[in-house]
């Protein structure tokens, strides 16, 4: 039984890691936005 706890145990941090990474915003280095030169943004006028 101890290598199925081993086992289960090295499940559980593995899925609990990826709900951690999961959690994490992937927007968060984007909260300053950069403006677009009016040269870009009338292209297709």
């Known amino acids: 039984?101890?290598?199925y706890e081993?086992?289960?145990n090295l499940?559980?941090?593995i899925f609990s890691?990826?709900?951690t990474i999961?959690?994490?915003?992937?927007c968060?280095?984007?909260f300053d936005e950069p403006e677009v030169p009016?040269?870009?943004s009338k292209?297709?006028?």
């Open 1 to 3: 039984m101890f290598i």
């Open 6 to 8: 081993v086992f289960v």
């Open 11 to 13: 499940i559980t941090k």
């Open 17 to 19: 890691a990826l709900g």
């Open 22 to 26: 999961a959690a994490i915003n992937p």
């Open 28 to 30: 968060m280095g984007y």
């Open 38 to 40: 009016k040269e870009i």
């Open 43 to 45: 292209l297709y006028e």
